[in-house]
């Protein structure tokens, strides 16, 4: 039997931790015109004539803009066929999503992500959508907070691919404990996913209650921004239409706390899973 020292284990946390710091740090545009979008975003006198021109700078971007102005998540009855039409229908707050994504690299198939993750992604983006009136919430901020609330976890994923792997399969088939699953990554990690993605989007100047909904995410019913309270339902619903015989930890009154009843989840559940395959089929290496 082989016996693994506390010095061994101790030197592996801060290995991770140390690579972990790195990425984050490091975390580059593989593309330009993801960055300036970024900043476009970012500055109150854009318009959005400049914002589809720069998006359209980037054929991947422009072609992933069009393709979410046409998924029935954005319910428009009839084509999309420009990206300035585009960009009126998604939302300022829905192409920072996109361009968050080309930028963290993660189009990039050679970069590694968690099994499932851009599912439960697209999932818990088109759940957001679904009741973003119920807080008060445009479509497209509900939706963008969805698509990035785990953006953390492909982050570690991609410092210890088979560590990070290891550490979701062994919780695979169920909702798991959310907080449980945090200390876990802390352990190995010097924090959370949660805390990985708040750290990210703070560093590229999003606003700060999405900052903080990604930070809060798995600290179910605590949450008291809407943007935080639509990232607790959606997140919980995602997990409702991806695994409805797992979810075994689901409490009925959690949902009815943040806004969803017992008679209209029944309908939320299947817009989401329609939108949800819509959405997926739109994004990066889905």
């Known amino acids: 039997m082989t016996l693994i020292s506390p010095t061994s284990t101790t030197t592996a946390v801060h290995t991770r931790a140390r690579d972990l710091e790195r990425a984050l740090e490091n975390v580059k545009a593989s593309r330009p015109a993801a960055t300036h979008v970024l900043h476009l975003v970012d500055d109150p006198n854009t318009d959005g004539r400049q914002l589809a021109e720069a998006v359209d700078a980037e054929p991947i971007m422009a072609a992933q803009v069009l393709k979410l102005a046409n998924s029935a998540a954005f319910g428009m009855s009839r084509r999309v066929a420009s990206t300035q039409h585009a960009v009126s229908v998604v939302g300022f707050d829905s192409i920072r999503a996109v361009a968050a994504i080309l930028a963290s690299g993660l189009r990039n198939h050679k970069t ?4 499932g993750f851009w599912n439960h992604a697209a999932a818990t983006a088109a759940a957001c959508s679904v009741i973003s009136s119920r807080f008060g919430m445009s479509r497209g901020e509900a939706f963008s907070l969805g698509l990035l609330h785990d953006l953390g976890a492909a982050i570690l994923c991609g410092v210890d691919p088979l560590g990070y792997r290891a550490l979701s399969d062994s919780q695979s088939g169920t909702r798991e404990d959310t907080a449980g699953r945090c200390a876990q990554e802390i352990a190995m990690y010097g924090m959370s996913h949660a805390e990985a993605g708040a750290r990210l989007f703070a560093s590229w100047s999003f606003p700060e209650l999405f900052v903080d909904a990604v930070a809060n995410h798995h600290d179910v019913l605590v949450g008291l921004s809407p943007q935080e309270r639509v990232l607790l339902a959606g997140d919980a619903l995602a997990h409702l239409v991806l695994q409805p015989a797992g979810l075994v930890n689901l409490d009925p009154s959690e949902l009815e706390t943040l806004g ?21 089929a739109s994004l990066p290496n889905a």
């Open 260 to 280: 969803i009843s017992s008679d209209a989840l029944p309908n939320v559940t299947a817009l989401t899973l329609d939108y949800a395959a819509d959405v997926l």
């Open 112 to 115: 590694p992500t968690p099994d």
